[in-house]
């Protein structure tokens, strides 16, 4: 299964956004998302895409996630009330601080 979106950390997420616009620009993509710092302990974390986000900057975070078909598939996944209705999701932050997130838009 393919992943849905990518997050990488910068050293200097501020001066890494003023980058990433013009260099998502040629696939269409732009900054449409900023996290509150309440949802992410803390962090600055930006969203780009181009109707959807898919991929994210961070200061001091690391976030994939892998798209699910359903939601039976993992009985640990949880819905996430701050993202979108019937998404559901299961995070795993590793040793190093990264994010691995599996998820689906079951609507079950």
Known sequence: MPFNHI???VSYV????????PA?????????KQ???????????????TTSLDF???GD??????????REEDTTVNRVAQY????????????DGHNIEIFTFSSD
Not at 84 to 95: E, G, H, M, T, V
């Open 56 to 58: 994210w900057i961070t």
């Open 24 to 32: 998502l620009k040629p696939i269409e993509h732009t900054m449409l």
């Open 84 to 95: 979108r209705p019937a998404y559901y999701s299961a995070f795993l932050f590793d040793s």
């Open 35 to 49: 996290i509150p710092k309440e949802y992410t302990c803390g962090k600055t974390v930006y969203g780009y895409g």
């Open 14 to 21: 501020e001066k890494s956004r003023t980058s990433y616009g």
């Open 7 to 9: 997050g990488i950390t």
């Open 61 to 70: 975070w690391t976030n994939s996630g892998k798209q699910e078909s359903k």
